[in-house]
């Protein structure tokens, strides 16, 4: 394996995506300390983001797009900590919706936008760094239910946001992953049946 070069990675690093590649950065270093610490990948995956958001959001100091793209930011940072030290990428994904669903609850943002909005940027990432596409959905759907009891949400309604929010980013790279992610989502989980929304809009139009 080739030695991590991060020291050096300010040398012509193609810039990221996003502006807030330190928000990415930190949630990464963070979810790795976390996990690295400890048994429990969820616990520690929800620990390591409900901190990291509150103390973000209260820096935001405002709800809106802001607290959505740093909801974004560190879902996308956890996934990527989490494939980096080898974890269980299903139990990791439990916990980022529950820590993401948590962090965010004070700042008042929509609660199935959050769910659908954490499950799309998680798939993606996971997506991108070839992780574990069907434990990552499965995950995403059961934080999404166990958070939706927490917040006094419908178990249903959370479950299928998760669902079209993880389609949604499949349906952007393949129809192989759009059919993984369906495959996994339409298990019953948790004893919640998944409906899907529009289950033919995500595929290719034809």
């Given at each position: 394996?080739?030695?991590?070069?991060?020291?050096?990675?300010?040398?012509?690093?193609?810039?990221?995506?996003?502006?807030?590649?330190?928000?990415i950065e930190?949630?990464?270093?963070?979810?790795?300390?976390?996990?690295?610490g400890?048994?429990?990948?969820?616990?520690?995956?929800?620990?390591?983001?409900?901190?990291?958001?509150?103390?973000?959001?209260k820096?935001?100091?405002?709800?809106?797009?802001?607290?959505?793209?740093?909801?974004?930011?560190?879902?996308?940072?956890?996934?990527?900590?989490?494939?980096?030290?080898?974890?269980?990428?299903?139990?990791?994904?439990?916990g980022?919706?529950?820590?993401?669903?948590?962090?965010?609850?004070?700042?008042?943002?929509?609660?199935?936008?959050?769910?659908?909005?954490?499950?799309?940027?998680?798939?993606?990432?996971?997506?991108?760094?070839?992780?574990?596409?069907?434990?990552?959905?499965?995950?995403?759907?059961?934080?999404?239910?166990?958070?939706?009891?927490?917040?006094?949400?419908?178990?249903?309604?959370?479950?299928?946001?998760?669902?079209?929010?993880a389609?949604?980013?499949?349906?952007?790279?393949?129809?192989?992953?759009?059919?993984?992610?369906?495959?996994?989502?339409?298990?019953?989980?948790?004893?919640?049946?998944?409906?899907?929304?529009?289950?033919?809009?995500?595929?290719?139009?034809?």
């Amino acid at each position: 394996m080739k030695p991590n070069s991060s020291s050096h990675q300010n040398e012509s690093k193609p810039n990221m995506k996003t502006k807030n590649s330190g928000t990415i950065e930190a949630a990464k270093n963070a979810i790795v300390a976390a996990i690295k610490g400890s048994g429990d990948v969820v616990q520690a995956t929800v620990s390591a983001i409900t901190q990291m958001l509150s103390t973000t959001i209260k820096d935001t100091g405002k709800v809106g797009t802001s607290v959505t793209d740093t909801m974004a930011d560190v879902a996308s940072g956890a996934i990527r900590g989490t494939v980096q030290v080898g974890a269980d990428l299903g139990q990791a994904a439990k916990g980022i919706m529950l820590g993401v669903l948590r962090g965010t609850k004070e700042a008042g943002t929509e609660v199935l936008h959050t769910v659908s909005h954490t499950a799309q940027v998680a798939v993606r990432d996971t997506l991108e760094v070839g992780g574990d596409l069907e434990a990552a959905a499965t995950g995403l759907v059961t934080g999404a239910i166990q958070g939706a009891k927490e917040l006094g949400v419908s178990a249903e309604d959370a479950a299928a946001a998760a669902a079209d929010g993880a389609l949604k980013a499949a349906g952007e790279v393949s129809s192989t992953a759009v059919e993984t992610v369906r495959k996994a989502v339409t298990k019953p989980i948790n004893g919640v049946k998944v409906v899907l929304k529009e289950p033919e809009a995500v595929l290719s139009n034809n």
